[in-house]
């Protein structure tokens, strides 16, 4: 009775010790070396959009080119929700790249995978982003 509380304090000391030293673990680094392994494309895929999205800002052809790695996915069976978000995503590392026209297509192709799913909520964002890129280029 007497290790077991000991043991639950110290389980719990080392975890609020964690969670004040506000240490976070970034992902990225993970995802990409389990990318050589084997994976799902539906995993893969996911894979790829977090990782081209982490680097929109950051570091644009980064951004293109696991975008560009992603994009061959899409004729392996994966769900059009995913489908989608990697076309999104992909659209934006163009749009920050400055490839406006490349941009407009992945958005296009992002907005009729999600109405023909039945996501209006996504299909909605990439229209907005559609609309925002052709602000940008003063359209």
Same mark, same amino acid.
């Given at each position: 009775?007497?290790?077991?509380?000991?043991?639950?304090?110290?389980?719990?000391?080392?975890?609020?010790? *964690?969670?004040?030293?506000?240490?976070?673990?970034?992902?990225?680094?993970?995802?990409? !070396?389990?990318?050589?392994?084997?994976?799902?494309?539906?995993?893969?895929? !996911?894979?790829?959009?977090?990782?081209?999205?982490?680097?929109?800002?950051?570091?644009?052809?980064?951004?293109? =080119?696991?975008?560009?790695?992603?994009?061959?996915?899409?004729?392996?069976?994966?769900?059009?929700?995913?489908?989608?978000?990697? !076309?999104?995503?992909?659209?934006?590392?163009?749009?920050?790249?400055?490839?406006?026209?490349?941009?407009?297509?992945?958005?296009?192709?992002?907005?009729?995978? =999600? *109405?023909?799913?039945?996501?209006?909520?996504?299909a909605?964002?990439?229209i907005?982003?559609?609309?925002?890129?052709?602000?940008?280029?003063?359209?």
């Amino acid at each position: 009775m007497k290790s077991r509380k000991i043991l639950t304090f110290l389980i719990l000391f080392t975890m609020s010790c *964690f969670s004040l030293s506000g240490a976070s673990v970034d992902s990225i680094p993970v995802m990409k !070396s389990l990318l050589g392994g084997k994976l799902t494309p539906e995993t893969r895929l !996911s894979y790829l959009t977090k990782i081209c999205i982490s680097f929109w800002n950051s570091n644009p052809d980064s951004s293109i =080119w696991y975008g560009r790695k992603g994009i061959t996915l899409l004729r392996e069976k994966v769900s059009p929700e995913r489908i989608g978000r990697h !076309s999104f995503a992909y659209g934006m590392a163009w749009e920050n790249k400055g490839g406006y026209d490349s941009a407009l297509f992945y958005l296009g192709k992002a907005q009729e995978v =999600w *109405f023909n799913a039945g996501d209006s909520f996504y299909a909605y964002r990439a229209i907005e982003q559609t609309g925002s890129l052709y602000r940008i280029m003063g359209r």
